[in-house]
């Protein structure tokens, strides 16, 4: 229905800049038509909004004002492609080829089908899942979806894990208290396991970098012995702990060397194309191959990040930009008592390190 009201409203517009520029406003005064409605309807234009809001141009256009665009179910997609010599190997995104993120009513259901297509089918009807970013590979070739540990030797790991106070202490005496950490995904992992919290602090410290399975075993125990922790992971009780957080969407991992840095910003430096795109579009795609949305303020800073600027260069750009009230800064306990270049200075830092938070810097070449 949507598709329809979006086609009929854009009608006459030849160009799909023109086409996408009208649909998004009618999606959203439908939304606020809605306002305060409990209605069906009214939470789907919601939901609709919200997700709009993440995509590009040339998505919503692909989507929604495409002349011909059929949805097809997912083992109707999978028939199509067997018919030219492919076979479905599964999803880039992991989480969501694991029926154990579903209710135990939904696994016990799925588990008795061992058909992966007519499994991963009723997983989008479960999910209301209407988009998918399926692998496929020829029919010939073996598949093995087991992941074992002996796989993982050469991976590496990485996830976000925010450390946050613990609603509450159940044992406030205890040796080992209980520590709460905030993941990407809004989920909270609140954990006393030392060797667990570690996991997580060990990979919060690099992210969006990455860490090899073995070196993160290592700091693991080397932390452990300073801290006279009577407590040992073997490797392999690890690599399968990073396996079931992987499947959970915890933690992500790859077995390429990281193409983005978190730290070290001497010249810093983003992508020719993360460049162009920040001065057309607020929709951006970093080095996680994510698309992002950045503030206003940081379209004016990345295109400058192009490696021939120190931090003192970037530092003159900002009093520019605040100069010319481009760009407000908002003093808080960490700037309120700087002055000149380096309040300008630590602006430009934040702004960077945030970048590098969202994977857009390239690391050093060797």
């Known amino acids: 229905m949507l598709r329809s009201m979006m086609l009929q409203h854009v009608e006459g517009r030849d160009y799909p800049q023109a086409k996408t520029s009208q649909a998004r406003p009618l999606l959203k ?59 479905f190997l599964g999803e880039s995104d992991l989480p969501s080829n694991w029926i154990g993120n579903l209710n135990e009513k939904a696994k016990s259901k799925l588990e008795k089908i061992n058909d ?42 990485s996830g976000s894990f925010k ?38 602090e060990l990979l919060d410290q690099v992210f969006p970098c990455s860490l090899p399975i073995a070196e993160l075993h290592r700091q693991i125990e080397d932390r452990l012995e300073k801290q006279s922790i009577p407590s040992k992971i073997e490797l392999k009780q690890l690599a399968a702990s ?6 959970s969407g915890w933690i992500q991992f790859r077995f390429l ?20 795109q920040t001065r057309a579009v607020d929709l951006v795609t970093n080095q996680a191959h994510n698309v992002v949305r950045i503030s206003g303020e940081d379209r004016l800073v990345l295109p ?23 760009i407000n800064l908002i003093f808080t306990d960490q700037n309120k008592n700087l002055k000149g270049k380096e309040l300008h200075r630590h602006a430009a830092r934040q702004m960077v390190e945030r970048l590098a938070a969202n994977s857009f810097l390239l690391p050093d070449l060797n």
């Open 29 to 87: 005064f439908l939304a606020e038509a809605n306002e305060g409605s409990n209605s069906m309807h009214a939470a789907f234009y919601q939901s609709e909004t919200v997700a709009f809001d993440k995509q590009p141009d040339q998505y919503v256009y692909q989507e929604y004002l495409e002349a011909y665009n059929r949805a097809y179910y997912f083992k109707e997609f999978v028939s199509e492609a067997q018919k030219h010599s492919l076979q």
């Open 116 to 157: 992966l297509v007519l499994r991963s089918h009723d997983m989008d009807c479960i999910n209301n899942r209407t988009f998918r970013e399926s692998l496929l590979v020829h029919s010939d070739t073996k598949i093995d979806l087991n992941i074992s540990t002996d796989l993982l030797a050469s991976a590496r790991f």
């Open 163 to 200: 450390e946050t106070e613990p609603s509450e202490n159940p044992n406030p005496t205890a040796e080992n208290k209980p520590k709460c950490f905030k993941l990407a995904s809004g989920r909270v992992l609140t954990t006393s396991e030392r060797s667990t919290q570690l996991v997580a």
């Open 242 to 247: 990073m396996i079931q957080w992987s499947l």
């Open 257 to 276: 060397d990281d193409r983005m840095k978190s730290n070290g910003f001497h010249k810093p430096k983003t992508t020719t194309w993360a460049r162009s």
């Open 304 to 326: 400058m990040l192009d490696g021939t600027r120190d931090m003192d260069s970037l530092a003159n750009e900002m009093e520019l930009l605040v100069r010319s009230g481009a």
